[in-house]
């Protein structure tokens, strides 16, 4: 780093880095947005037997997928991942607009209900619909035996990029 400050003269500043090492029959690839590289993802896929090639292929789309997504998008791989206390705030909330818009209390849980799906959708990567096939989920475009583990998103100027681990 040292030699690349003296080369371009301009003081540069590692404020975060995540690094993934490739596990078993598993792929790391990264794709970084351009044209003005601002934003860059790591995604780590894993596979009992899937071919090599198709497997880091599949792994660049999901991580471009990562990088399309907005800012906010994409906070955890999966459903399961999301924090208990996070889910009943996130209820909590649809449930007091849904009283608050003067629905009647039988109907209030049901729309919470569907709120949370639509949360899924927004902030879990395999429930998003997919970039390049928006009629198919992130999850639903994976094939058998494939695993997304962990993905990392992280753009210029934020304080901290967006990770998921398994």
């Known amino acids: 780093m040292q030699e690349k400050i003296a080369l371009i003269k301009e003081n540069i500043v590692l404020r975060r880095f995540t690094r993934f090492e490739r596990t078993g029959n598993g792929v790391v690839a990264a794709y970084v947005h351009p044209p003005a590289a601002k934003v860059g993802v790591l995604v780590e896929l894993s596979a009992g037997s899937a071919d090599a090639a198709e ?3 599949f792994a660049k789309d999901v991580a471009m997928h990562a990088a399309a997504a907005s800012p906010a998008a994409a906070l955890y791989v999966t459903k399961a991942e ?3 206390e996070v889910l009943e705030k996130e209820k909590e909330i649809y449930r007091a ?16 209900e569907g709120k949370v799906k639509e949360y899924y959708a927004t902030f879990c990567l395999l429930e998003q619909p997919f970039i390049k096939d928006p ?3 992130v999850g639903q475009m994976l094939k058998q035996g494939v695993l997304l583990r962990r993905f990392v998103r992280y753009r210029l100027g934020e304080e901290s990029g967006k990770t998921s681990a398994e």
Not at 99 to 111: E, F, R
């Open 55 to 57: 497997l880091a292929a």
């Open 82 to 84: 999301v924090p208990a």
């Open 97 to 112: 607009q849904a009283a608050a818009s003067g629905k009647p209390a039988n109907v209030v849980d049901k729309i919470a």
């Open 135 to 137: 009629k198919q989920t």
